[in-house]
């Protein structure tokens, strides 16, 4: 990977989701990259105490409130990588 930014946009229910877990997987499970979700709506790690299957062995980080998810990305790049 170059360091390339990817942008998934399109319509609800097109598979955005789904492919942002199995980049996420492929990167942490096949590559061994250290992969760190950043998770506002938990919705790509999954919402409680076991993270989605999908993510695989990458890491998630759970937002608590949007108005903190400045401060959690910070948390996420100094302490995972």
């Known amino acids: 990977l170059s360091g390339a930014s990817i942008l998934f946009l399109g319509r609800p229910g097109v ?5 942002i877990r199995e980049v996420s997987r492929a990167l942490a499970d096949d ?3 250290r992969v760190v979700i950043v998770d506002t709506s938990n919705e ?3 919402d409680g105490d076991i993270p989605h299957a999908g993510i695989g062995c990458a890491r998630r980080i759970q937002v608590p409130k949007p ?3 400045h401060s959690v990305m910070i948390e996420a790049v100094e ?3």
């Open 15 to 19: 598979g955005k989701t789904t492919a």
């Open 31 to 33: 590559l061994a990259k």
């Open 44 to 46: 790509i790690g999954g």
């Open 67 to 69: 108005s903190e998810q």
């Open 79 to 81: 302490n995972h990588t």
